[in-house]
């Protein structure tokens, strides 16, 4: 049974920079597409971005283009979301999560059912 452990959430200032991990444990890494999404108060939980099972190919939501970058280490079984430029707006729980069973394209994690696996949540608090 595969599980994912984020870390790395906290209080930023609007502008600043935060890394977050997700660990995973109980399966083979390198064969799950990998992604990050996030839900606001009061909101529904929203797709953030997404990286292929080798890490050359990554997918964001255009609220988040050119300011988050989702990376990985399949030797650590990690993947990481880096925020940079964060704003007021990002203040969210931020939820790793992974597709083990194969789908069509990498876009297919923002859509229902792309997710096989969630993480509990890290929170990021965004002070503007």
């Known amino acids: 049974q595969v599980q994912l452990v984020e870390s790395g959430g906290g209080l930023v200032q609007a502008g600043g920079s935060l890394r977050l991990s997700c660990a995973a444990s109980?399966?083979?890494?390198?064969?799950?597409?990998m992604g990050w999404f996030r839900q606001a108060p009061g909101k529904e939980r929203e797709f953030v971005g997404a990286i292929s099972r080798s890490g050359g190919t990554t997918y964001y939501a255009d609220s988040v283009k050119g300011r988050f970058t989702i990376s990985r280490d399949n030797a650590k079984s990690t993947v990481y979301l880096h925020m940079n430029s964060l704003k007021p707006e990002d203040t969210a729980v931020y939820y790793c999560?992974?597709?083990?069973?194969?789908?069509?394209?990498?876009?297919?994690?923002?859509?229902?059912?792309?997710?096989?696996?969630w993480g509990q949540g890290t929170q990021v608090n965004v002070s503007s």
């Open positions: 999560a992974a597709q083990i069973q194969r789908r069509t394209n990498i876009a297919s994690m923002s859509r229902d059912g792309g997710v096989d696996c």
């Open positions: 109980g399966g083979t890494f390198s064969s799950y597409r």
